[in-house]
T-cell receptor
Framework: DSGVTQTPKHLITATGQRVTLRCSPRSGDLSVYWYQQSLDQGLQFLIQYYNGEERAKGNILERFSAQQFPDLHSELNLSSLELGDSALYFC???????????????FGPGTRLTVL | EDQVTQSPEALRLQEGESSSLNCSYTVSGLRGLFWYRQDPGKGPEFLFTLYSAGEEKEKERLKATLTKKESFLHITAPKPEDSATYLCAVQAYSGAGSYQLTFGKGTKLSVIP
């Protein structure tokens, strides 16, 4: 158990709908990262938050957005869903390092999203 | 653009048959190289971080090494429970105080009893 929790475990929805995925980081970790994992693309970085502020963006679509709340939990919002959005979505957290660089990321169990 | 290539894509070993997994990378300003293990339908599990060429780390039957262009994950006398997908990731500075991970597509290891 990494200490990172994600809900829900599974989500089945229809095209055009909107869903919210939730993540609680490990106690004490300030950074939260969101990743998408599909069979053909592997693990793709979407976005990072650090202590409530957006820190970096990766391959995140404009239909997707995220936020990190004062209690440090994070939500990933996916809207106007398409079939191709079906994937595993992972949240990871890390502690601030001496130079913020080298601390490992610990991953949650993921949310499996199926868009029908 | 940072790139990580893992080989082979899949590897089948007999129990006790040692082998190595390769991770080659091109990155500007490598800050760290990470190895993760991922079981089907689960989140990646952290194994090792390597920071500089020549560094080695061990954990049970696994040993990770790093050169300037690649990393190897050596598996000695594997057991069926070592079956998983092994992911390699490089960490580099991406601006605005952020350090991102770029993952390879992984090597799927199957250890046959």
């Amino acid at each position: 158990d990494s200490g990172v929790t994600q809900t829900p475990k599974h989500l089945i929805t229809a095209t055009g709908q909107r869903v919210t995925l939730r993540c609680s980081p490990r106690s004490g970790d300030l950074s939260v990262y969101w990743y998408q994992q599909s069979l053909d693309q592997g693990l793709q970085f979407l976005i990072q938050y650090y202590n409530g502020e957006e820190r970096a963006k990766g391959n995140i679509l404009e239909r997707f957005s995220a936020q990190q709340f004062p209690d440090l939990h994070s939500e990933l919002n996916l809207s106007s869903l398409e079939l191709g959005d079906s994937a595993l979505y992972f949240c990871a957290s890390s502690a601030p390092g001496r130079d913020r660089a080298n601390n490992e990321q610990f991953f949650g169990p993921g949310t499996r999203l199926t868009v029908l | 653009e940072d790139q990580v290539t893992q080989s082979p894509e899949a590897l089948r070993l007999q129990e006790g048959e040692s082998s190595s997994l390769n991770c080659s990378y091109t990155v500007s300003g490598l800050r760290g190289l990470f190895w993760y293990r991922q079981d089907p339908g689960k989140g990646p599990e952290f194994l090792f971080t390597l920071y500089s060429a020549g560094e080695e780390k061990e954990k049970e039957r696994l040993k990770a090494t790093l050169t300037k262009k690649e990393s190897f994950l050596h598996i000695t006398a594997p057991k069926p429970e070592d079956s998983a997908t092994y992911l390699c990731a490089v960490q580099a500075y991406s601006g605005a105080g952020s350090y991102q991970l770029t993952f390879g597509k992984g090597t799927k290891l199957s250890v046959i009893p």
